[in-house]
């Protein structure tokens, strides 16, 4: 039996969340607390219609109704299934055509582990170097590199190889005999976003209305999760420039002391052109941990916009309305959290590897 079983479905796994309002983990808490003498009298039973979920006092209770307002957490929910049931059978997928290829070789003394070393894995190692990249890369700071830090690192980086050279080799083998799978996979949950097109809460940071694509993201620019979604918006507008409209849509969270200011100064900027709201979109994400009011009135001068019509704008608070549109929409789509985009519609919450983003805007482009 193999001692490696790998888990090739990393594309799937979230990266980072998001920032959550305060009253929802409240809410959790107080249900999860609380207790009851008594139970209400629920009787579960088979109803001809898979629409219906309930009756009370005569009347039906469709599923359309309870799902309302949970389509995202349901969806979370059968994405987690859906993952666990690829991760097993990949698994089994792996060691089935491990298992064929030794049988080919005709190789006695060639055991399963050997050959996964000799012919998956072949001459990937993690070295000194591959380690201190990685530490530069990802600010980690002096003090705390030591040699245990560096071991964590090789094995990170080791596991990462070990699956990188699964997923190539998989490829390979499954390329002209694909796996057939029987088993559904989970739907997005789909949101009419037409009614806020060309709404004045939306501001663009590439593309046009014309773009075959859409993609709307809901940011909180005081959100650490947020600022992880600049990746993301960026690696998209790499790979596809106006083949896809992007556009931002603040949802500043109450417990964040300059999130409204922050969104704001986006509005403001958006004012004197698109470029401008362009540079302020970046920097304030860019300067999230020094964020103030200070800065962010700074801001204009520090970008080279008009000062005088910046300050007199965050000021006035002139674009009150469209701020107050934009939240209310986000309250309308059930968010209580950031960052969270919509491809067409399809809901993605949180902040996920590129490649998800990928996968699902080639599938919209390809209609």
Request: with cysteine; aromatic share 10%.
């Amino acid at each position: 039996m193999m001692k490696m079983a790998p888990n090739i479905t990393t594309k799937t796994k979230l990266i980072a969340s998001f920032c959550v309002l305060a009253s929802v983990i409240v809410a959790v808490i107080l249900l999860s607390t609380s207790s009851a003498k008594s139970k209400p009298n629920y009787l579960f039973k088979k109803h001809a219609s898979s629409e219906i979920y309930a009756l009370v006092n005569g009347k039906e209770i469709k599923g359309s109704e309870v799902d309302s307002g949970i389509e995202a957490d349901l969806f979370d929910l059968e994405q987690k299934i859906f993952d666990l049931r690829m991760e097993k059978l990949q698994a089994i997928v792996f060691r089935e055509l491990v298992q064929t290829s030794v049988e080919k070789k005709n190789n006695a003394l060639l055991d399963e582990d050997e050959f996964f070393v000799k012919f998956i894995l072949k001459e990937r190692s993690v070295s000194s170097q591959d380690i201190e990249e990685f530490i530069k890369e990802n600010n980690i700071p002096e003090a705390s590199v030591n040699n245990e830090m560096k071991e964590r690192v090789r094995k990170y980086l080791d596991d990462g190889n070990r699956r990188e050279a699964v997923t190539q080799w998989l490829a390979e083998k499954t390329k002209k005999s694909p796996v057939e799978i029987y088993f559904k996979r989970p739907k997005r949950p789909w949101f009419n976003m037409e009614n806020n097109q060309g709404s004045s809460s939306s501001l663009i940071l590439e593309g046009s209305s014309n773009a075959k694509v859409s993609v709307v993201v809901f940011v909180d620019y005081q959100c650490s999760f947020s600022a992880k979604a600049v990746r993301v918006i960026k690696d998209i507008r790499d790979r596809y420039g106006k083949k896809v409209q992007l556009l931002i849509q603040n949802y500043p969270l109450p417990f964040h002391q300059y999130a409204k200011e922050a969104a704001m100064a986006s509005f403001c900027a958006n004012e004197q052109g698109s470029e401008e709201f362009e540079k302020m979109f970046f920097y304030l994400f860019k300067k999230q941990s020094e964020l103030s009011r200070e800065l962010i009135k700074g801001a204009g001068e520090s970008l080279g916009l008009k000062e005088s019509m910046y300050e007199e704008c965050l000021l006035q608070k002139r674009f009150s309305k469209e701020l107050a549109q934009s939240i209310a929409f986000g309250e309308k789509l059930g968010i209580k959290a950031t960052p969270v985009f919509f491809v067409n519609g399809q809901m993605i919450r949180g902040v996920y590897a590129s490649d998800l983003f990928f996968d699902v805007i080639n599938e919209e482009l390809s209609k």
